[in-house]
Nanobody, 126 residues
């Protein structure tokens, strides 16, 4: 069964950095659009960033609140996608999930994504 395993969360002070990683097995990461979502307690899933399939030029997208602070990238040899998070703020706190859309198209909502990571907690203290 295809799997998507993520890591890299933790506790960090405001202004600090974390790098989240998701490694795929059983499917080709480069053929998929990869989204990062987060969920704060009592809140809905929020799309944070996405990168399209490699044959769709690997375009990247960010919500306004994280643009210029977060960077999404992939390594197709390692079958791994990353989310580099800099200048973290308390409002960034939540459980972060990676997700793969096998059509290779980025969507803002979670509906079209097939494979999901297990989630990793990111906590940013003041």
């Amino acid at each position: 069964q295809p799997e998507f395993v993520e890591s890299g969360g933790g506790l960090v002070q405001s202004g600090g950095s974390l790098r989240l990683s998701c490694t795929a097995s059983g499917f080709a990461l480069g053929d998929s659009a990869i989204g990062w979502f987060r969920q704060a307690p009592g809140k809905e899933y929020e799309g944070v960033s996405c990168i399209t399939a490699s044959d769709d030029d690997g375009n990247t997208y960010y919500i306004d609140s994280v643009e210029d602070r977060f960077t999404i990238s992939r390594d197709n040899v390692k079958n791994t996608v990353y989310l580099q998070m800099n200048s973290l703020e308390p409002d960034d706190t939540g459980v972060y999930y990676c997700a793969a859309d096998l059509q290779g198209v980025c969507e803002k909502g979670p509906r079209t994504y097939t494979y999901w990571g297990q989630g990793t907690q990111v906590t940013v203290s003041p």
